[in-house]
């Protein structure tokens, strides 16, 4: 079956610019998961969607990173006057049941934003 | 402190060799660890959950130790395609209101 999905896959902005990066996560699944990965790093959590509840958004490093999920299965999330060290992969990921209940993590294959 | 620490390495082995690493961890209500592979510029995939009592998956071995906060991960008869980066993962918290994070990852290399 399908597995989730970005788009795009590759982002270039220039600095200022305002970008929206989309998920298509499993169909069915409860959980919903934004991470941003540096070069050489682990992913770093952003936030987390149980249905359309954004339940935890601590990992935002800024007000300028906004993330959606209105119905509940599409996320996109969103960075505003975006900055050189906004340059990352975002990753989405999804998971059948609620964050704690130790589901396996789905992931899709990221969107690898360049800001210059 | 680092809530998830690795050793980045790399670690540079032969096949056919067995190599292993840990994984350290800081909040000690962390209650589920997991092991994901990382393959170069691709998405992390679920190599094994880590049980209380350590399990093993074919030629990989995962372990808990709670006393001392750490996982370790065990790979047998190593093959080329094992070259990865191995992220460590903790889960403390229950159900909408917990927290996952991941290790930075360790760097593995098989050589012929």
């Known amino acids: 079956g399908a597995g989730v999905s970005q788009s795009p896959r590759y982002k270039v902005a220039k600095r200022g610019q305002d970008v929206a990066l989309r998920c298509d996560p499993i169909?069915?699944?409860?959980?919903l998961f934004w991470y941003q990965q540096a070069l050489g790093q682990g992913p770093e959590f952003l936030t987390y969607?149980?249905?359309?509840?954004?339940?935890?958004k601590s990992g935002l490093p800024s007000d300028r990173f906004f993330a959606e999920r209105p119905e509940g299965s599409v996320s996109t999330l969103k960075i505003q006057r975006t900055q050189q060290e906004d340059s990352a992969v975002y990753l989405c990921?999804?998971?059948?049941?609620?964050?704690?209940?130790?589901?396996?993590?789905?992931f899709g294959p990221g969107t690898r934003l360049t800001v210059t | 402190r680092k809530e998830v620490e690795q050793d980045p390495g790399p670690f540079n082995v032969p096949e056919g060799a067995t190599v292993a690493f840990n994984c350290t961890y800081s909040n000690s209500a962390s209650q589920s660890f997991f092991w994901y592979r990382q393959d170069c510029r691709k998405e992390p995939k679920l190599l094994m959950s880590v049980y209380s009592s350590g399990n093993e998956d074919g030629r990989f071995t995962a372990q808990l130790n709670r006393a001392s906060q750490y996982i370790s991960l065990l790979i047998r008869d190593s093959k080329l395609s094992d070259s990865a980066t191995y992220l460590c993962v903790a889960l403390w918290g229950y159900s909408s209101a917990s927290k996952i994070i991941f290790g930075s990852g360790t760097r593995l290399s098989i050589r012929p």
């Open positions: 969607f149980q249905n359309e509840a954004q339940l935890d």
């Open positions: 990921a999804s998971s059948p049941g609620a964050a704690g209940d130790s589901y396996e993590q789905y």
């Open positions: 169909s069915g699944h409860v959980s």
